[in-house]
């Protein structure tokens, strides 16, 4: 199984350690991961993980959208913090119309994760998981945990 | 050489910016405001050497007269902002054949 975990700008502190336990989590569940993300934001994740415990491919997030094509993944989850995270979120769910997906919507502002929101769910059928939340990774954590369990029906902690 | 506008962008100066990072809605908006022409393509769409990001249908707009696009550019960290530059007549017809408008 193939799963794409998407990032947005690196400005929230939570999206880097949120990548490592997503990465983690995925392949404990025997996902092979690739990772699309911007440099900064690659460059984050890199610097966290020098000894490249936490396995994964890493790809630009621009430069792939050359490569990447539907069924090519079993389940993309994205990391949806601003307008741009949504829109990238958006694009990659419409060329992977049937991969299985999760928007994780998270930001400190509620009336701007409510935004978010609506705007993945006017344009994908993805599972959408949201927490109110900014430097505090844990509710993010709990979110996903969730959405995971839902979508892949599995009920591993 | 095909044209690419992440490079045109860093080495041209005669584009306008119709609006510097903002949201998607906002600078589709833009676009349209700016533009006599509309067509519409799917979000991913080659345009002008770049995927274009963005909400399904993905407005671009054609100003015949001053031979010039309105399109949306987003990068994750600097938001999305509209642009509008000019650009030969083979650009616009590549343009009009990915439209998917009917």
Same mark, same amino acid.
């Given at each position: ?50 000894? #490249? ?24 989850? #994205? ?79 | ?7 045109? &962008? ?8 119709? &609006?510097?990072? /903002? ?8 676009? =349209?405001?700016?533009? =006599?022409? &509309? ?8 345009? &002008? ?25 987003? =990068? ?19 343009? =009009?054949?990915? /439209?998917?408008?009917?």
């Amino acid at each position: 199984m193939k799963a794409l975990l998407l990032l947005g700008c690196p400005e929230i502190s939570s999206q880097t350690p949120m990548a490592m336990y997503t990465c983690s989590k995925l392949i404990d569940l025997g996902y092979d991961v690739t990772i699309s993300a911007n440099p900064a934001a690659a460059k984050l994740v890199k610097v966290s993980d020098p000894k #490249g415990f936490y396995k994964h491919k890493s790809v630009n997030i621009d430069n792939y959208l050359d490569k990447v094509q539907d069924e090519d993944f079993d389940l993309i989850i #994205g990391f949806v913090h601003k307008d741009s995270a949504a829109t990238y979120f958006i694009t990659y769910c419409t060329l992977m119309e049937n991969t299985k997906k999760i928007a994780l919507v998270f930001n400190r502002d509620q009336a701007l994760v409510n935004e978010l929101v609506e705007m993945v769910d006017e344009s994908t059928d993805a599972y959408i998981a949201t927490a109110r939340a900014y430097h505090n990774p844990n509710p993010i954590k709990v979110s996903l945990n969730k959405a995971l369990d839902e979508v892949l029906n599995n009920n591993e902690d | 050489m095909s044209f690419c506008l992440d490079t045109y &962008l860093q080495q041209s100066d005669d584009y306008k910016i119709l &609006l510097k990072q /903002s949201g998607f809605k906002q600078c589709a908006q833009a676009v =349209k405001d700016n533009s =006599k022409q &509309l067509v519409h393509v799917n979000a991913g769409e080659k345009v &002008l050497g770049i995927r274009l990001i963005g909400i399904p249908p993905i407005p671009v707009g054609i100003n015949p007269d001053k031979k010039t696009v309105c399109i949306t550019y987003t =990068k994750p960290c600097n938001g999305t902002s509209a642009i509008e530059l000019p650009v030969s007549d083979d650009e616009i017809d590549d343009i =009009k054949s990915k /439209s998917i408008d009917f």
